[in-house]
C-alpha cells in the first residue's frame, strides 16, 4: 500500500470508530487546534517568511486570526448547528416529527494552495471536524515550509488518526485522488479542479471548488477616488498580489485614469515606502515559474508606476498598467501578482457588458457613491461575492457564503457554511404507529368512496 492510500485507510478506519461524531470529541479536537495557533504562531510564521517573505504581524492578520476566530465560532455554535433542524409540515405529516438532522459524510480530502496556506488549508479542517468528519489534509507542496511545518505541528495537537497530514506534489496527490472520499474539498486554479473534479467523478464524490479567475474593479467618476484607490491598493499588493479575491484590474472612465494612477501611486509610496524592495510589509512572489510567469504578462503593456524586478530575489515592485487593451497579455488570465492593469471603459454600461463577456469572476468589485450603480452592477452581473466601496473584507465576514460561482468555483465555505457543506442534510420524518385510519385513503384499492368524492 502506498503511504497516501495507508493514510485514507487508517483516517476511514477511525472515522469507523464512531469517535468523530460526539459532539465532546470534535469541541475537544477543535480546543487542540486552537490550542496549536496560540502556542506556535512563531513556527507558523516563520515558515510563512520563509514561503511568502510576509511578515509576522502579516501571518497574523491575513491568516491565523481568522483562523482562531472560525475555531472559536464553531465551538460557540456547534451544538446549534448539529441539532436536528424543525421544518415545516404539510397536511398528511401534520401529526409527525419533521426535521433535518446534519451527518457527517464520512472521510475529507482538504487540498490547499499555497498563497495563504494556512488560511486556505486549515478553514475548511475545521468544518470537516466540526461536521464529524475524518479528513486527509495535503497542504501545497508549492509553500514548501508551511507544507513541512503543517506536516510536524497538526499530529502533535490534533487526533492523527482521523486528520493525517498527507505532503507531496502532483503524484502523490493524484494518488490520493484515486482513492475513495466522501467529499473533496479543492483549493486552486480551475485547470487542476477539472483534473478533481474527474477523479472524485470516478467514485461519485462531490467536490467544493475554491477556484479564482480575473476579480474585476469598477471605478465611477463620482466616488471618492482618493479613499477608492487606497483600498484597492490594499486589496492589489497585499501579499504581493497573490490573493484569490485581489481586484484584478481596474475598468473606469478614460477622464479619472490619471488621477487613478495618481492616487494609486501614492498610496503604494505610503504603505510600503520609496523602496517597497526593502519594507517589511511587502511581500514576494512564490517562486521563480511564477515569477516568470507574471513578468512575461507586461509584454505589451505601458508601465505607469513601478516594472523594478528582481528575479533572483522574486520580487516584483508593485506595478501599475495604463490604456491596456481587452487583447493584451495581461487580462488573458489571473494575474495573481502586483500588476495593476486599468482599462478605460465610457460608464457603467460598458463596464457591466465587458464583466459579462468573460468567466464568472470569484469577487467584484465597485467603487462609487451612488447607490444606482451598486444596485446596477448587482442586478445585471454574477460573481463569487460582490464587494462595494472597499476589497477583501467579506472574507473575513463568517456569516457569509464564500466562493465562486461557474469557472470561479462551486460550493462555498465558511463559518456554518463550511459544516452544512461538510454534513449530509438528512431529511427524517418520524411517524407514530397510531392512527393508521387517517392512512386507509391512500393504500389501495383506490375509490371514489374512499376519496369522499
Ligand atoms: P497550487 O499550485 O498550490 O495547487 C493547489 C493544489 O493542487 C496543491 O495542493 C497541488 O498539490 C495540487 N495540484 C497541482 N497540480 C495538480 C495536478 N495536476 N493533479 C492533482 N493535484 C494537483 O496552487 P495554485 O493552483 O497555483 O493556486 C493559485 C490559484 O488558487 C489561483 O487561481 C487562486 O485564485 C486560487 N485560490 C483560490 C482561493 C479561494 O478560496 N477561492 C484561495 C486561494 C487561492
Same mark, same amino acid.
Given at each position: 500500500?502506498?503511504?497516501?492510500?495507508?493514510?485514507?485507510?487508517?483516517?476511514? *478506519?477511525?472515522?469507523?470508530?464512531?469517535? /468523530? #461524531?460526539?459532539? %465532546?470529541?470534535?469541541?475537544?479536537?477543535?480546543? /487542540?487546534?486552537?490550542?496549536?495557533?496560540?502556542? #506556535?504562531?512563531?513556527?507558523?510564521?516563520?515558515?510563512? @517568511?520563509?514561503?511568502?517573505?510576509?511578515?509576522?504581524?502579516?501571518?497574523?492578520?491575513?491568516?491565523? +486570526?481568522? +483562523?482562531?476566530?472560525?475555531?472559536?465560532?464553531?465551538?460557540?455554535?456547534?451544538?446549534?448547528?448539529?441539532?436536528?433542524?424543525?421544518?415545516? *409540515?404539510?397536511?398528511?405529516?401534520?401529526?409527525?416529527?419533521?426535521?433535518?438532522?446534519?451527518?457527517?459524510?464520512?472521510?475529507?480530502?482538504?487540498?490547499?494552495?499555497?498563497?495563504?496556506?494556512?488560511?486556505?488549508?486549515?478553514?475548511?479542517?475545521? =468544518?470537516?471536524?466540526?461536521?464529524?468528519?475524518?479528513?486527509?489534509?495535503?497542504?501545497?507542496?508549492?509553500?514548501?515550509?508551511?507544507?513541512?511545518?503543517?506536516?510536524?505541528?497538526?499530529?502533535?495537537?490534533?487526533?492523527?488518526?482521523?486528520?493525517?497530514?498527507?505532503?507531496?506534489?502532483? @503524484?502523490?496527490? !493524484?494518488?490520493?485522488?484515486?482513492?475513495?472520499?466522501?467529499?473533496?474539498?479543492?483549493? $486552486?486554479?480551475?485547470?487542476?479542479?477539472?483534473?478533481?473534479?474527474?477523479?472524485?467523478?470516478?467514485?461519485?464524490?462531490?467536490?467544493?471548488?475554491?477556484?479564482?479567475?480575473?476579480?474585476?474593479?469598477?471605478?465611477?467618476?463620482?466616488?471618492?477616488?482618493?479613499?477608492?484607490?487606497?483600498?484597492?491598493?490594499?486589496?492589489?499588493?497585499?501579499?504581493?498580489?497573490?490573493?484569490?479575491?485581489?481586484?484584478?484590474?481596474?475598468?473606469?472612465?478614460?477622464?479619472?485614469? &490619471?488621477?487613478?494612477?495618481?492616487?494609486?501611486?501614492?498610496?503604494?509610496?505610503?504603505?510600503?515606502?520609496?523602496?517597497?524592495?526593502?519594507?517589511?510589509?511587502?511581500? #514576494?512572489?512564490?517562486? !521563480?515559474?511564477?515569477?516568470?510567469?507574471?513578468?512575461?504578462?507586461?509584454?505589451?503593456?505601458?508601465?505607469?508606476?513601478? $516594472? &523594478?524586478?528582481?528575479?533572483?530575489?522574486?520580487?516584483?515592485?508593485?506595478?501599475?498598467?495604463? &490604456?491596456?487593451?481587452?487583447?493584451?497579455?495581461?487580462?488573458? %488570465?489571473?494575474?495573481?501578482?502586483?500588476?495593476?492593469?486599468?482599462?478605460?471603459?465610457?460608464?457603467?454600461?460598458?463596464?457591466?457588458?465587458?464583466?459579462?463577456?468573460?468567466?464568472?469572476?470569484?469577487?467584484?468589485?465597485?467603487?462609487? !457613491?451612488?447607490?444606482?450603480?451598486? @444596485?446596477?452592477?448587482?442586478?445585471?452581473?454574477?460573481?463569487?461575492?460582490?464587494?462595494?466601496?472597499?476589497?477583501?473584507?467579506?472574507?473575513?465576514?463568517?456569516?457569509?457564503?464564500?466562493?465562486?460561482? =461557474?469557472?470561479?468555483?462551486?460550493?462555498?465555505?465558511?463559518?456554518?457554511?463550511?459544516?452544512?457543506?461538510?454534513?449530509?442534510? #438528512?431529511?427524517? +420524518?418520524?411517524?407514530?404507529?397510531?392512527?393508521?385510519?387517517?392512512?386507509?385513503?391512500?393504500?389501495?384499492?383506490?375509490?371514489?368512496?374512499?376519496?369522499?368524492?
Amino acid at each position: 500500500m502506498s503511504q497516501e492510500q495507508q493514510a485514507v485507510a487508517r483516517a476511514r *478506519k477511525a472515522f469507523e470508530t464512531g469517535r /468523530s #461524531r460526539s459532539l %465532546e470529541y470534535r469541541i475537544y479536537q477543535l480546543r /487542540s487546534l486552537q490550542q496549536l495557533f496560540i502556542e #506556535r504562531q512563531k513556527e507558523i510564521s516563520d515558515a510563512v @517568511k520563509k514561503d511568502l517573505n510576509k511578515s509576522e504581524v502579516g501571518t497574523q492578520l491575513y491568516e491565523t +486570526l481568522g +483562523l482562531e476566530g472560525e475555531i472559536s465560532l464553531a465551538i460557540r455554535k456547534l451544538k446549534e448547528w448539529a441539532a436536528p433542524r424543525p421544518v415545516e *409540515k404539510n397536511l398528511l405529516t401534520l401529526s409527525d416529527t419533521v426535521y433535518i438532522q446534519p451527518e457527517p459524510l464520512g472521510v475529507v480530502l482538504i487540498i490547499g494552495a499555497w498563497n495563504y496556506p494556512w488560511a486556505v488549508t486549515i478553514q475548511p479542517l475545521i =468544518g470537516a471536524i466540526a461536521a464529524g468528519n475524518a479528513a486527509v489534509v495535503k497542504p501545497s507542496e508549492v509553500s514548501v515550509h508551511t507544507a513541512k511545518v503543517m506536516e510536524e505541528l497538526l499530529p502533535l495537537y490534533i487526533d492523527k488518526e482521523l486528520y493525517p497530514v498527507v505532503n507531496g506534489g502532483v @503524484k502523490e496527490t !493524484q494518488e490520493l485522488l484515486r482513492q475513495k472520499f466522501d467529499h473533496i474539498v479543492y483549493t $486552486g486554479n480551475s485547470t487542476v479542479a477539472k483534473v478533481i473534479m474527474e477523479a472524485a467523478a470516478k467514485h461519485l464524490t462531490p467536490v467544493t471548488l475554491e477556484l479564482g479567475g480575473k476579480s474585476p474593479c469598477y471605478i465611477d467618476k463620482n466616488c471618492d477616488i482618493s479613499v477608492a484607490c487606497r483600498r484597492v491598493t490594499w486589496g492589489k499588493y497585499t501579499n504581493c498580489g497573490q490573493t484569490c479575491i485581489a481586484p484584478d484590474y481596474i475598468l473606469c472612465d478614460p477622464s479619472i485614469q &490619471d488621477r487613478v494612477i495618481a492616487e494609486v501611486k501614492k498610496s503604494i509610496k505610503e504603505f510600503y515606502t520609496d523602496n517597497p524592495k526593502t519594507c517589511l510589509d511587502y511581500g #514576494r512572489i512564490i517562486n !521563480q515559474r511564477h515569477f516568470k510567469r507574471i513578468m512575461n504578462m507586461l509584454e505589451g503593456s505601458t508601465i505607469a508606476v513601478g $516594472g &523594478d524586478n528582481d528575479e533572483s530575489d522574486c520580487y516584483i515592485a508593485p506595478t501599475v498598467l495604463r &490604456d491596456v487593451k481587452p487583447e493584451a497579455k495581461v487580462m488573458q %488570465e489571473e494575474i495573481f501578482g502586483p500588476l495593476l492593469p486599468i482599462l478605460p471603459v465610457s460608464g457603467l454600461d460598458e463596464a457591466i457588458k465587458f464583466i459579462n463577456k468573460r468567466e464568472k469572476p470569484l469577487a467584484l468589485y465597485v467603487f462609487t !457613491q451612488d447607490d444606482q450603480v451598486i @444596485k446596477q452592477i448587482r442586478d445585471e452581473t454574477s460573481s463569487g461575492g460582490l464587494l462595494a466601496n472597499d476589497c477583501l473584507v467579506h472574507f473575513s465576514v463568517s456569516s457569509l457564503p464564500f466562493g465562486g460561482v =461557474g469557472n470561479s468555483g462551486m460550493g462555498c465555505y465558511h463559518g456554518k457554511f463550511t459544516f452544512d457543506e461538510l454534513s449530509h442534510l #438528512r431529511g427524517c +420524518l418520524i411517524k407514530k404507529l397510531n392512527m393508521e385510519g387517517v392512512n386507509s385513503m391512500r393504500y389501495p384499492p383506490h375509490t371514489l368512496k374512499k376519496l369522499g368524492w
